[in-house]
């Protein structure tokens, strides 16, 4: 697992760690397909917290977020969702969830990657990096799922 911040060309943690808006993104590997891990999203989006109960529901602060499907690529195995009630929006002026899976080069499984692209409502916010734990904890989750359904 890799997380990183995006910032500017020059020097990407000085821009982000001055900046109000910032992005934060991921990637997971996973043994399920890439088209499975999407459909689990996209087409079965209540099967998420079955899928995950641990993170839905008590991870770490437990919050609340509402989201809106923004995009759906199924070509791609994406999927956007913007955060439009809750928790989150407490601290953040906007926050924006992408995932895409995408198959692995040469062998079984995927990668998932998750983009967060958020505004905070002020420079006492931290930015988001346990949000991105909990994505990787969901990825994992969700994986385990697939593959029992199997």
Same mark, same amino acid.
């Given at each position: 697992?890799?997380? @990183?911040?995006?910032?500017?060309?020059? =020097?990407?943690?000085?821009?982000?760690?001055?900046?109000?808006?910032?992005?934060?993104?991921?990637?997971?590997?996973?043994?399920?397909?890439?088209? @499975?891990?999407?459909?689990?999203?996209?087409?079965?989006?209540?099967?998420?917290?079955?899928?995950?109960?641990? =993170?839905?529901?008590?991870?770490?602060?437990?919050?609340?977020? @509402?989201?809106?499907?923004?995009? /759906?690529?199924?070509?791609? =195995?994406?999927?956007?969702?913007?955060?439009?009630?809750?928790?989150?929006?407490?601290?953040?002026?906007?926050?924006?969830?992408?995932?895409?899976?995408?198959?692995?080069?040469?062998?079984?499984?995927?990668? /998932?990657?998750?983009? /967060?692209?958020?505004?905070?409502?002020?420079?006492? /916010?931290?930015?988001?990096?346990?949000?991105?734990?909990?994505? *990787?904890? *969901?990825?994992?989750?969700?994986?385990?799922?697939?593959? =029992?359904?199997?």
């Amino acid at each position: 697992m890799a997380t @990183k911040m995006v910032g500017s060309a020059t =020097n990407p943690m000085k821009a982000e760690a001055s900046s109000l808006v910032g992005k934060l993104e991921t990637d997971v590997e996973i043994r399920a397909s890439a088209g @499975k891990f999407h459909h689990m999203f996209s087409g079965r989006p209540h099967h998420v917290s079955k899928a995950s109960p641990g =993170n839905i529901k008590s991870y770490g602060e437990a919050k609340v977020a @509402k989201e809106r499907i923004e995009a /759906v690529e199924p070509e791609k =195995n994406l999927i956007t969702f913007r955060v439009i009630e809750g928790d989150l929006l407490k601290e953040y002026k906007s926050f924006v969830i992408t995932i895409q899976v995408t198959p692995k080069q040469g062998g079984p499984g995927s990668v /998932v990657h998750w983009h /967060v692209e958020y505004e905070k409502i002020d420079h006492k /916010v931290a930015h988001p990096e346990t949000f991105i734990e909990f994505c *990787v904890q *969901v990825s994992k989750e969700i994986d385990e799922h697939l593959l =029992n359904e199997e």
